[in-house]
């Protein structure tokens, strides 16, 4: 048996701040502990210091293994004002502090422990626990490069649990429990405005300048318009159907288009999210233009962060644009990821009743995540990955604020939790 809380205590004493990464110390502990447990595993490093681990359990179902996906590189601490040491992975007031101990060493802890324990109980389901470098500058030297390089490692693999989900998110008093099913996909786009160009001490009117002005203001003032998918749907109707009728009027008010960003100002800080995942968007990140003091400028770069929801294909978010800022602006796409369509929800449902099971009370809901994680790589090898990382939260701790951030930190007691949804969701796949 693996304590849960004394491997996510070493393996947050590893500084693997990406960039740099330096995983190597800590996929070798790792590495070191699955040894003393009988189980071999195989190094898949692209960049030196870099590797990925995969170990396998063969289970004596003749079927497709599923997968234990998570990263052990962690964010940046600079400049955070954290009230313990980051890596210090001390235990205060119930909780693990230190970076990664959400994101996601604690995923990684409860599913090695959830592993060994299968392995150990000889489980019937064939296991790969997959630990990977670099998912938070890109996955370039992780799951992409196994995904792209190496898809046979999965071993013919067709789910996958990883991050991010299966932690309690009160609301109204009651404790759901979103499951990620789909990602929007990253689209990053190149905007071009140009005007009249000219000498600095003449002066131009109507130029470049303020043909930009005009687009950040629009793009501030307005959206792409709304498109509610059939994840978003059961998402919020799973939490609508489970709160007071007041507010499950409320919620549902977020389904029709007329209505659905009143709801989301309604909603208030919690209500965010949903006004990411109802539409195609974009946020103006970097922007080139002029060179020099005299010289005004007759084209202007703006770059934009688009993030399409499954289903929708760059061209799409080119013409809903197009459609608020004009035809003259020109826009090119820079990067497309590509996602899957729809999710593979098969085994979705048998992962709900492992969360009724366990906190009876407990409501699960799927969720499309806004943002990526290591699963938009895996799907290009025909895995679907559900974000299934159990942890039953108390109602006064708010967890995604810290991450990232100062603080981070996870309950104790959340991490067995952990390990037992996951040891359910082995016996239960295939089964
Ligand atoms: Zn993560």
Redesign the pocket.
């Known amino acids: 048996m693996i304590d849960p809380v004394q491997l996510l205590q070493e393996l947050i004493r590893f500084d693997t701040t990406n960039p740099p990464g330096n995983e190597e110390a800590c996929v070798a502990h790792v590495e070191s502990l699955l040894r003393t447990h009988g189980i071999e595993s195989e190094r898949y490093e692209r960049a030196p210091g870099r590797p990925n681990l995969i170990a396998r359990h063969a289970g004596a179902r003749g079927a497709p293994p599923l997968v234990l996906q998570g990263?052990v590189d962690v964010v940046t601490t600079a400049g955070q004002p954290w009230s313990r040491p980051p890596f210090g992975a001390e235990i205060a007031d119930g909780y693990v502090w230190g970076r990664g101990a959400l994101?996601?060493k604690g995923g990684v802890a409860m599913m090695i422990a959830a592993f060994v324990a299968a392995h150990e109980s000889n489980s019937p389901t064939p296991l790969v626990l997959v630990v990977l470098a670099d998912?938070?500058d890109g996955g370039e030297e992780g799951a992409k490069f196994l995904a792209e390089e190496h898809p046979d490692a999965f071993g013919g693999a067709r789910h996958a649990l990883g991050?991010?989900g299966g932690a309690t998110q009160w609301i109204a008093g009651r404790r759901f429990y979103p499951i990620q099913v789909a990602e929007k996909q990253i689209c990053w786009l190149r905007a071009r405005v140009r005007g009249q160009g000219g000498h600095g001490a003449l002066g131009v009117k109507g130029g470049a300048m303020r043909r930009l002005g005009d687009v950040l203001r629009t793009l501030d003032r307005k959206q792409p318009p709304v498109h509610i998918t059939p994840i978003v749907r059961d998402w919020v109707m799973g939490i609508a159907d489970a709160l007071p009728r007041p507010q499950a009027l409320v919620l549902r008010r977020l389904l029709d288009p007329r209505t659905a960003d009143l709801t989301v100002r309604a909603l208030g800080p919690k209500g965010r999210i949903f006004g990411r995942v109802i539409r195609n968007t974009v946020s103006p990140t970097i922007l080139r233009g002029g060179g020099k003091i005299n010289v005004i400028p007759s084209e202007i770069e703006l770059q934009l962060d688009g993030r399409l929801l499954p289903g929708f294909a760059p061209d799409d978010l080119l013409r809903e644009l197009h459609g608020l800022i004009g035809d003259d602006v020109e826009l090119e796409v820079v990067r497309h990821d590509p996602g899957p369509p729809d999710p593979d929800l098969s085994f979705y449902e048998p992962l709900g009743q492992i969360i009724r099971e366990l906190d009876p009370g407990g409501i699960p809901v799927p969720m499309l995540q806004p943002g990526v994680?290591d699963a938009r790589f895996l799907t290009r090898a025909g895995i679907q990955t559900y974000g299934f990382l159990p942890l039953r939260l108390p109602e006064d701790f708010e967890p995604l604020p810290t991450v990232h951030n100062a603080d981070e930190r996870v309950p104790v007691d959340a991490l067995p939790f952990g390990v037992e949804a996951i040891s359910r969701a082995i016996a239960r796949y295939g089964a």
Do not use: A, I, R
């Open positions: 990263h994101d996601m998912e938070e991050e991010f994680t």
